[in-house]
Nanobody
Framework: QVQLVESGGGLVQPGGSLRLSCTAS????????MNWYRQPPGKLRELVAA???????DYVDSVKGRFTVSRDNAKNTAFLQMNSLKPEDTAVYYC???????????????WGQGTQVTVSS
């Protein structure tokens, strides 16, 4: 089994910064994608930032230039640095990893438990 544990959410004023972390534990042989999603109140979950094992990253237009996704493959951990936060960034943020649990096996998708980010004065 694989578990993803997130941390780093909280309340921040507009213009502030937060750094989210997500660490995978359990039977892990390899992790391909380490992505971040968010779900604002009353809205659908959306992909915010994506990263591949080779360091390729991509972002939804609304966070480009403000958010940065990074990863520490040795520690099975992804980070989301969020700067210049806006009230519209308020959401529950989820990490989403594509994990191989055994050599030669397939990859499966796992979600973190979610962490609340609230941007308000």
């Amino acid at each position: 089994q694989v578990q993803l544990v997130e941390s780093g959410g909280g309340l921040v004023q507009p213009g502030g910064s937060l750094r989210l972390s997500c660490t995978a534990s359990g039977d892990i042989n390899d992790i391909r994608a380490m992505n971040w999603y968010r779900q604002p109140p009353g809205k659908l979950r959306e992909l915010v930032a994506a990263s591949t094992a080779h360091g390729v990253t991509d972002y939804v237009d609304s966070v480009k230039g403000r958010f940065t996704v990074s990863r520490d493959n040795a520690k099975n951990t992804a980070f989301l640095q969020m700067n210049s936060l806006k009230p519209e960034d308020t959401a529950v943020y989820y990490c989403h990893f594509n994990v191989q649990t055994a050599p030669g096996g397939g990859y499966e998708l796992y979600w973190g438990q979610g962490t609340q980010v609230t941007v308000s004065s």
